[in-house]
């Protein structure tokens, strides 16, 4: 970096030089002291532009009813083949402007008599059918960029029909993705009638929004991708939106690999990421969200009660995303987790290792369902585990009064049943059944004064609310 900045400072220097020699400078530098930006404007930039017409050798330009001049300076076409001079110009024009087609074409080829200069007539039935346009400029492109670097070939599609220019432009981003798009503009209303631009603006607003609608609706990998591409957009608007979109990509990225059961790797991406200037809502919901994925590094998932409340809010990200059989699924673990956290914390009781001194305290009937870990012989004291939902239900109503009076008898068979039936038949369960086991869910959650897995920072409502806090500071309204 600093080799060339040095490089930059070098070429800058020696053009100062040159000029002061050729009298472009005043020599009293204290009356006559450019400014950095004066300088950019005064000598780089002329020299980028120098740079860049040198390397066009195909340029494509929009024809329409004032081409190719008005009263105010040349139009786009004409405009650009002087800035550009490439090796080749061709002109695209609609039914009804073959004149100003023949009139620039004919301007172009006096001016560059170097350049090969033609017309190409866009045939189409409709000229306001986008679609049309579309293909048409779509294999009007394929043919005139066929043998051509991608990087040297420049469009201008100021002119024309506003269809038309879009049409061209967007046509030119998927079939010359490399290309150099320019704009032009009436001189009378501007100091810079011709510009370059980056028609990755076009698309920036609505794939942002889009983006962030998937992180709303717990759609974590289509946003990530959408979102990707707008923080590494080098667009002026996704540049100056940075801190919100880094922060939404990392969150949708984060969640990704909280859905795949790896929740430290979610509190690893949410610290790694860089989302300095927030604002303060946001931040306050950032913190949050961090700070809850943080507090399972490190930590024995087996004995944390914050485990099963996690997995209760997957199964719930699960049904927003639309994935009812999944949300069942994730469901019946956050149930069966939250079952063998409950024995373990509240009742020195792992449902996987049972010893003899803990057998004695199972009902009798519940004894009979043990099983012995391992061979007869390979564990002594023998060490037994108790398997399966509804057992695990019945010891822990013989234990636990607070699930005794959530769950008296069977309350939870019909969310099992499903669970197996998906499993065993792929029957897909009903959203009802799936929405009612979500909220028994919450109650056991909350009976075991968990928190309620609804309202935990990674619940669906709390990401919508951190989302909709970012979408100011990324440039959105409100979904």
Avoid at 72 to 86: F, N
Avoid at 245 to 268: F, V
Wanted: proline residues 7%; hydrophobic residues 45%.
């Amino acid at each position: 970096m600093r080799g060339s900045l040095r490089t930059v400072r070098r070429f800058v220097s020696s053009l100062v030089q040159h000029r002061e020699r050729a009298g472009f400078l005043a020599r009293d530098q204290s009356r006559h002291t450019l400014r950095p930006v004066q300088l950019t404007r005064a000598i780089i930039a002329p020299a980028m532009r120098e740079r860049e017409a040198s390397q066009v050798e195909l340029f494509v330009a929009s024809i329409g009813n004032r081409d190719p001049e008005t009263e105010s300076g040349p139009t786009g076409p004409l405009r650009g083949a002087r800035e550009l001079r490439p090796a080749r110009v061709v002109l695209v024009a609609l039914p009804g402007v073959e004149s100003q087609a023949d009139a620039t074409r004919k301007r172009i080829a006096a001016e560059l008599p170097e350049a090969e200069v033609a017309v190409e007539p866009l045939a189409v039935r409709d000229q306001v059918d986008i679609d049309e346009l579309l293909h048409a400029c779509g294999r009007l492109l394929d043919r005139l960029t066929n043998g051509v670097r991608p990087d040297h070939v420049a469009v201008c599609a100021s002119s024309g029909t506003p269809q038309l220019t879009l049409a061209l432009t967007l046509a030119t981003m998927a079939r010359a993705p490399q290309a150099l798009h320019f704009q032009a503009a009436d001189p009378a209303k501007t100091d810079r009638p011709w510009r370059p631009f980056d028609p990755d603006a076009l698309r920036h607003h609505a794939e942002l929004d889009a983006g962030f609608r998937m992180l709303e609706a717990c759609r974590f990998a289509e946003a990530a991708g959408l979102l990707e591409r707008r923080a590494q957009s080098a667009t002026t608007a996704a540049r100056a939106r940075l801190p919100s979109i880094r922060a939404a990509l990392a969150l949708a990225q984060a969640l990704g690999h909280a859905d795949a059961l790896r929740p430290a790797d979610a509190a690893t991406a949410l610290c790694g990421a860089s989302v300095k200037g927030l604002p303060s809502r946001a931040a306050e919901g950032w913190q949050a969200v961090t700070s809850w994925y943080g507090g399972f590094k490190g930590a024995r998932m087996d004995w944390n009660p914050r485990w099963p409340v996690e997995l209760a809010a997957r199964a719930h990200r699960q049904r927003t995303a639309g994935r009812v059989g999944e949300a069942l699924v994730a469901a019946a673990i956050a149930f069966e987790v939250a079952l063998a956290v409950r024995l373990r914390t509240a009742h020195d009781l792992d449902p996987e290792a049972i010893t003899l001194e803990d057998r004695a305290r199972i009902p009798d009937d519940l004894r009979e369902e043990l099983r012995m870990r391992g061979p007869q012989k390979a564990l002594d004291p023998p060490v037994y585990r108790i398997e399966g939902a509804q057992r695990r239900s019945e010891l822990l109503r013989a234990l636990d009064p607070a699930f005794l009076q959530l769950d008296p008898a069977t309350r939870v068979e019909p969310f099992l049943n499903a669970r197996n039936l998906l499993v065993h038949a792929a029957r897909r369960p009903r959203e009802e059944l799936v929405d009612d086991f979500l909220r028994f869910l919450g109650k056991v959650c909350r009976a075991f004064e968990w928190g309620d897995p609804a309202e935990c920072p990674s619940s669906p409502a709390a990401l919508a609310g951190l989302a909709a806090a970012l979408r100011p500071g990324a440039g959105l309204g409100p979904a």
